[in-house]
T-cell receptor
Framework: GQNIDQPTEMTATEGAIVQINCTYQ??????LFWYQQHAGEAPTFLSY??LDGLEEKGRFSSFLSRSKGYSYLLLKELQMKDSASYLC??????????WGAGTKLIIKP | DVKVTQSSRYLVKRTGEKVFLECVQD?????MFWYRQDPGLGLRLIYF???????EKGDIPEGYSVSREKKERFSLILESASTNQTSMYLC?????????????FGPGTRLTVL
């Protein structure tokens, strides 16, 4: 079956670094997406990885290991506005996204 | 900027009512999607459409139908609403067939069925 696992909730301190992990098992693989979703709002795109390695985009970076079925989202210099849910989604062989349940990130001052 | 709009942010309906959820995108995207989002579960695909008048079932199409008469508009229909269809409904659109093309989401409609 297809499955995406990520932690339900994480807490971090303002100014710190946090890593949100995601493991995936999908029928085929055409890339891994990360989205951010603030409470009551629409998900917004953060990153896409299809090759192994780290992609850096400002304070946010995303890593992929295809052999391990593993990705992480790294958030640096955390700000209060980063409090949100972070959704991991794997694109399967039919080019459909299989979504994880999301990780709620709580930032404390 | 891509804009995806949904007809209502909040909706309350009674069991057995027919419910229409409308979604409009303004960037000429070919692909449109309807998801539902429930606590503790990932987004689940109900239906999608890759062209006008074309529709494909997603993972949970039972109890739903869709209509895409115009490229910019994708409607989700609950023929006879039931309490287990109480959920957040998200519409999304995506251009082309590129693997890396992101989906753009609307603000969501929180539907409560009493």
């Amino acid at each position: 079956g297809q499955n995406i696992d990520q932690p339900t909730e994480m807490t971090a301190t303002e100014g710190a670094i946090v890593q949100i992990n995601c493991t995936y098992q999908t029928s085929g693989f055409n890339g891994l997406f990360w989205y951010q979703q603030h409470a009551g709002e629409a998900p917004t795109f953060l990153s896409y990885n299809v090759l192994d390695g780290l992609e850096e985009k400002g304070r946010f970076s995303s890593f992929l290991s295809r052999s391990k079925g593993y990705s992480y989202l790294l958030l640096k210099e955390l700000q209060m506005k980063d409090s949100a849910s972070y959704l991991c989604a794997s694109m399967d062989s039919n080019y459909q996204l299989i979504w994880g349940a999301g990780t709620k990130l709580i930032i404390k001052p | 900027d891509v804009k995806v709009t949904q007809s209502s942010r909040y909706l309350v309906k009674r069991t057995g009512e027919k419910v229409f959820l409308e979604c409009v995108q303004d960037m000429d995207h070919e692909n449109m999607f309807w998801y539902r989002q429930d606590p503790g579960l990932g987004l689940r695909l109900i239906y999608f459409s890759y062209d006008v008048k074309m529709k494909e079932k997603g993972d949970i199409p039972e109890g739903y139908s869709v209509s895409r008469e115009k490229k910019e508009r994708f409607s989700l229909i609950l023929e006879s609403a039931s309490t287990n269809q109480t959920s957040m409904y998200l519409c999304a659109s995506k251009s082309g067939t590129g693997d890396s093309d992101e989906q753009f989401f609307g603000p969501g409609t929180r539907l409560t069925v009493l």
